[in-house]
């Protein structure tokens, strides 16, 4: 891979409170608010199986009890999505348990999640936060790279890669202190009402500064279970976090190498797997990167760059190893963005597309027009913004 070359980009600016911010969506990209109502609605069709049983109406009726107590302001968030968008709240939060509500039913996903990301110590000591996003196709129009500032935060900005009609970080993140993290999926058996894992993305990001202080908060939450979380600091410490409802995995390094795929591996979490015979060829194929993730961080050199990351998230199997990134066709999943987050820099550089063949872009976290404006005041042509990560 040729050394960076990745052209600078503005990313979609959302300033205000948390309600301005979700309604704002809409309003800076009207082009897309039909894909984000399909979208939404297409989920919300092939899950409904799972939605209508009445162990599932009662999870999600006690995760907006909770969702309220741990973490309101991200209610206000939704409620503004849905009011730009023209959907009701109620239908945008079912949304973002859709498949929390298949693993309770233990139902066949129609296109299961992917993912493959990992964390690595970098240079000056910082570390670098990487994720291929294997993702839904109807998100493709809807992906964007997003900057949230709050008056609220005290001067914290978040850059994020997420979707519209979803709010805060949706994929993976970074705040302006140097904290990035992102997100794979990993069904399990243990799940139950707590902090979801789509909100404790964002929420790590407003209130944490370093992995460490993510860590201590993530110990004394209770979490809704599913998923892996790996975050990184401009402190270089890197941890990847297994998250179930009744008991939680890590593995934490003050420097080094940590990856996961779509499994639980650490002893806490493994047990909790959920397997399924319809998922046993996507649990398979998780299995399998797993094993080639890890060997392909021991061979980064010392320090490892941006471009050594791109390079491992555009693999494509050579040597017998399993394909990061993914096409499609006869595969289970498609690659829809790459990214790697540079905690030193705070900067993201992402691809909108398959890593191996899409152009890469330079997105810094704090604007160059200056932070706080309005997506409309700082972008009088939106559709432009919006096709900085189509």
């Known amino acids: 891979m040729k050394p960076i070359d990745a052209e600078p980009s503005r990313a979609l600016d959302l300033a205000g409170d948390a309600y301005s911010r979700g309604r704002a969506q809409a309003a800076a990209c009207p082009d897309q608010v039909e894909h984000v109502r399909h979208a939404i609605a297409h989920r919300l069709e092939e899950t409904r199986a799972a939605l209508e049983r009445s162990d599932v109406r009662a999870f999600i009726s006690g995760q907006r009890n909770a969702t309220e107590r741990l973490y309101p302001e991200v209610l206000d968030e939704i409620r503004g999505i849905a009011d730009g968008f023209g959907l009701s709240a109620e239908s945008v939060f079912d949304y973002l348990h859709c498949s929390s509500a298949m693993d309770l039913a233990q139902l066949e996903e ?11 110590t970098a240079q000056d000591g910082s570390a670098l936060v990487a994720k ?15 900057r949230h500032v709050d008056p609220s935060w005290n001067g914290r900005q978040l850059l994020v890669i997420g979707s519209l009609g979803s709010p805060g970080n949706f994929s993976s993140g970074m705040n302006s202190d140097g904290l990035a993290v992102t997100d794979t999926a990993s ?17 790590l990001l407003i209130h944490c500064r370093t992995v460490d202080e993510a860590i201590t908060a993530i110990r004394r939450m209770t979490h809704t279970g599913s998923g892996l979380l790996l975050l990184g600091d401009a402190g270089g410490m890197v941890a990847a976090v ?28 493994a047990p909790r797997n959920l397997a399924v015979p319809s998922s046993t060829s996507s649990r398979a194929n998780s299995i399998a990167r797993f094993p080639c993730l890890e060997r392909l961080l021991d061979a980064l050199p010392e320090p490892p760059s941006v471009d050594h990351a791109r390079a491992v998230l555009a693999y ?30 705070r900067r993201l550089v992402a691809a909108a597309g398959n890593p191996c063949q899409a152009p890469w872009r330079r997105y810094d976290l704090v604007s160059s027009a200056g932070a706080g404006a309005s997506a409309s005041s700082r972008n009088p042509n939106p559709s432009h913004a919006s096709r900085s990560l189509p």
Not at 319 to 342: M, N
């Open 242 to 269: 297994e998250l179930g409802h009744r008991a939680v995995g890590f593995e934490l390094k003050s420097s080094g190498r940590v990856g996961r795929s779509n499994h639980f591996v650490t002893p806490a979490m």
């Open 110 to 120: 129609h296109r299961p999640d992917g993912c493959t990301s990992f964390a690595v």
């Open 316 to 345: 494509h199997g050579a040597d017998g190893g399993t394909a990061f990134c993914r096409h499609g066709g006869d595969d289970l999943s498609t690659t829809i963005a790459g990214a790697v987050w540079d905690t030193r820099r």
């Open 132 to 146: 291929n996003r294997d993702y839904r196709p109807e998100h493709i129009p809807i992906q964007r790279v997003m």
């Open 187 to 203: 069904r399990t058996t243990d799940m139950g009402v707590g902090m979801h894992r789509y909100f404790l993305l964002t929420w």
